[in-house]
């Protein structure tokens, strides 16, 4: 089956006895064993039929053999670094999501060694890949939008004996395939694109070594990171439209990249669907679209921007059908320390929108009015 078509059938099939063609909800937290033949579930943190239906769907999106999901996208970053023990490198992108850094704050103190460095600038990362054990990779990253070449990346940690962990939570598996250029791990918080309601949190990791798979499966049990029933089946509902949804907002951010390249309040307007982005030419090697999430510099005070649009909902998060916009240094990226983030280029005045589904023009308007105070 091509993309599209497994998004709509795979997991999908109709039950048997009764011929349902949505998956049913299980929400038991335990099974009874002499009612299998022979015994699959057993109790409800280990196993679930909603669950492993949603898996199913994912893993075929990457054409991987092997979807873990968890309760959320953190919880799905901290499984994979389980891949690592005391003594190991990390070596990160310098601009991740605050929430990562966060987590990566709190490996140190069981003593894995952390190391960001921009992994968008070729030199410097095969400088830094360079006896790491393992390589975090994002790209698109956030907030800065970087493009990492990441073939070039992985090639280089597997010289090195390196497994390498793509969150590719900012392009979704609509737009950029990481297994297919040589990662290890796909990450993703399903939260984003692939839910795309903003009404669940869940998190994945595909992959296609099944000793990997154990281990991510072994350490949700364990942890008990485990999505519910009804939250894989929200999951696997929304994931039905990803390429519509994608399509949209896709073109939405375009209009409104160009948009803020015109206009005199906007700054340093970072998109990778535009020419003038540095890593322009490799995200349309690497993805098949640019993506929905833009970032730029405003010429006036954040926090009064973000209480202007009326359209654009000032909140975390992204890739959902509604608009949204953001202050990083305020809000995504407040956990990381300020000399840490300016280092990174994660200025105070650094605003980061997502495009959602709706009427370009009424975004347009809106985000006008906004930039140029008129409310």
Known sequence: MRFDTKLVHSGQRPEPGTGDLVPPIHVATTYDRFSQDPPRWFYG?????????LEECLASLE??????????????AAAA???????????????????????????????????????????EARRAVAGADLVWVESPSNPLLKITDLAGVAARAHDCGAKVVVDNTFAGPALQQPLDLGADVSLHSTTKFVAGHADVLGGALICREEELHRRFAAHRTVTGAAPGGLDCYLVHRGVKTLSLRVARQVGNARALAEALVASPMAADVRYPGLESHPGHALAAAQMSGPGSVISFRYRGDPEKLLASTRLFACAVSLGGVRSLIECPALMTHRPVPRPIRLAAGITDDLIRLSAGIEDAA???????????GRR
């Open 81 to 123: 670094l389980s891949l690592l023990s005391p003594g190991d490198r990390l070596v990160s992108s310098d601009d991740v999501y605050g929430g990562t850094y966060s987590l990566f704050a709190e490996t140190e103190r069981y003593g894995i060694r952390v190391e960001y460095a921009d992994l968008a600038d070729r030199a």
């Open 63 to 76: 054409d991987a053999p092997f979807c873990t999901v968890f309760s959320s996208g953190q919880a799905a």
């Open 362 to 372: 009424d975004l347009l308007e809106d985000l006008h009015h906004a930039l140029e």
């Open 45 to 53: 943190r280990g196993e679930n039929p909603t669950r492993e239906a």
